[in-house]
């Protein structure tokens, strides 16, 4: 695949939106006004890779640009089968969800392919349908490529697989197909930037080896046999320099409503799908953002919210059966420095009482990222969380922080419309003054993108030896953690994928939130607020400290291991 345009920091203007259908759920960008245009991106990557697109054509069109099922934040189907028509099947599930009857498509390499099949299967909805990179090839050549395309990572207790995953996207823009390694594969492009190849690591990172049927439906695709039957206009692009720019050609029987044409470059093929798109008559369609949706298939949807600084991700867990208004509070879980609602969803396992909890991506992580906030001090972030969190209507609220979100949680805590009723701080910070001069430059790992991939390594780094040591850089055996660590390899993983989203944000992060005088509020709070000290983390002291602060406040020791907690959320 052909590496094209993220953007660090996304417009505003595209909307991100989940819908839900019976038994997953399907994320979606959004931007524009006019006819419906359906983008498909490329694999693995996401909608996130599009966004460039997005905007190009948002003058004019209404963009809907969907992850493909298993990649960005779509869910995957168990069980799909490399069959480019059942992905078809899938796209056309959504597109019945958002209320659409007829729109255009636009798709890139595997989205090509879906296209393709679509234009095929629903010529009453596709109007035209434009693709950009065909796959077109004989079975030797196919089985030649699926012998080792799809090949997967293992995380190993060294963190050997973040090499490889660097190594194997390099060279994919080196050799096509990247692993044959030989003259005769070589490809004519210039490598990247780290910075810019960054977006398309973390996009593999998001997915998983089950999900990689896409790849292998595409490579199956039987494109002569499936062009012959198409009856709605197709144009069939491809631009010079694109390692299978002449497969389109390979097609043996092209009918009338097919052209096929080669282009100079990625621009020009845009500029060329938008006046074939002009060409053809408009469909208009208003899609508004779907309601709060629970089925019983999906136990925890996802969602954003939008503020004025960015959207926000959250997941939630509801019990409506369960829910009082006078007497329930709405549980709002702030995961710590580095990580991401993954980690509180793992908490709130150990968790009892509350039948709505929500689980934030907090500013500069997970898939909120980075955000239009001019810092991230906490009052500056429980600002942009607050404009969230009113949306959602809550009602009363109890936040729930770990480690060094504390910060937040106290700062969400002064805001009166939030109606936060309840706080607990699990493993809080309150380091002393030595102690905030050494973390503020040490504490976050630099996760600058680096031209070897070294990033990777220092990510899983500060995820492993966090489970080690505190502070986690310093390895010294007097800072090593007395309670059992958690670095099996899968575990240690997903910490380090988390912490590879923040990415350079985590060193802006530690200056803000590590610096943040937390003694300074701890007088103003008035709410019923736990603490719970993590035995065996090397922080109990923290807690006892913030503990003595607040007048009224409840000390609690958790086991030193996790398996072992038990946290009741009611008062």
Request: hydrophobic residues 40%; contains cysteine.
């Amino acid at each position: 695949e052909v590496l094209t345009v993220y953007q660090s920091l996304e417009n505003l203007s595209i909307e991100r939106r989940f819908v839900t259908l019976t038994d997953r759920q399907v994320h979606y960008r959004i931007s524009g006004e006019g006819p419906p245009l359906l983008l498909l991106h490329q694999s693995p990557t996401s909608s996130a890779e599009m966004a460039t697109t997005i905007e190009y054509f948002a003058d004019e069109f209404t963009v809907i640009a969907p992850d493909t099922p298993g990649f960005g934040l779509s869910d995957y189907r168990d069980g799909t089968p490399s069959d480019i028509t059942i992905y078809a099947q899938m796209a056309k599930e959504f597109i019945d969800a958002l209320g659409l009857s007829e729109l255009y498509i636009y798709g890139f390499h595997t989205g090509a392919i879906i296209g393709v099949e679509m234009a095929r299967l629903y010529p009453d909805l596709c109007k035209v349908v434009v693709v950009n990179g065909l796959w077109v090839a004989d079975k030797d050549e196919v089985d030649l490529v699926l012998q080792h395309y799809t090949k997967w990572y293992e995380p190993t207790p060294e963190g050997s697989q973040m090499p490889w995953i660097w190594s194997r996207l390099r060279d994919q823009l080196i050799f096509f197909p990247w692993f044959l390694k030989e003259e005769d594969y070589r490809l004519s492009l210039d490598l990247p930037e780290p910075k810019m190849k960054q977006p398309f690591v973390l996009d593999l990172l998001r997915t998983t080896e089950e999900a990689q049927t896409a790849y292998r439906a595409a490579f199956l695709y039987p494109s002569k046999e499936r062009v012959k039957e198409i009856k709605t206009p197709t144009f069939l692009l491809n631009y010079q320099g694109d390692p299978i720019g002449n497969h389109p050609q390979r097609l043996e029987v092209v009918p009338d409503c097919v052209e096929i044409e080669l282009l100079e470059d990625p621009k020009a093929v845009e500029a060329r799908a938008r006046e074939i798109f002009k060409k053809f008559p408009p469909a208009k369609a208003t899609i508004e953002p779907q309601a709060f949706v629970m089925t019983e298939k999906i136990k925890r949807p996802k969602g954003f919210v939008h503020t004025n600084f960015g959207p926000v991700f959250y997941a939630q867990e509801m019990d409506r059966s369960k829910m009082d208004a006078q007497t329930d509070k709405s549980v709002v879980f702030l995961h710590d420095f580095g990580a991401s609602s993954n980690a509180t969803i793992e908490i709130s396992k150990c968790c009892k009482g509350s039948s709505r909890r929500l689980f934030l991506d907090l500013p500069g992580h997970g898939e909120t990222g980075m955000t239009y906030l001019e810092d991230y001090l906490p009052n500056t972030m429980a600002t942009m969380l607050a404009d969230g969190l009113k949306q959602l209507k809550l009602g009363k609220i109890h936040v729930f922080s770990m480690g060094m979100s504390s910060s937040i949680a106290l700062e969400l805590s002064l805001i009166d419309s939030l109606q936060v009723k309840q706080l607990s701080f699990i493993d809080p910070w309150c380091p002393n003054a030595t102690e905030i001069d050494s973390m503020r430059d040490y504490y976050a790992p630099d996760l600058n993108p680096s031209k070897y991939g070294e990033h990777l390594m220092r990510a899983w780094y500060f995820a492993r030896d966090g489970e080690l040591y505190f502070p986690w850089y310093d390895a010294k055996n007097a800072n090593a953690l007395k309670r059992e660590p958690e670095i099996d390899p899968e575990a240690t993983h997903r910490r380090a994928v988390d912490a590879l989203k923040a990415g350079e944000e985590l060193k802006r992060l530690a200056l803000d939130l590590i610096g943040y005088d937390v003694a300074g509020n701890l007088q103003d709070i008035p709410q019923n607020t736990k603490i719970y000290a993590w035995s065996g983390n090397g922080r109990e002291s923290f807690a006892e400290w913030i503990h003595g602060a607040i007048s009224g406040s409840k000390l609690y020791y958790l086991p030193e291991s996790k398996s072992q907690w038990s946290i009741n959320l009611s008062d």
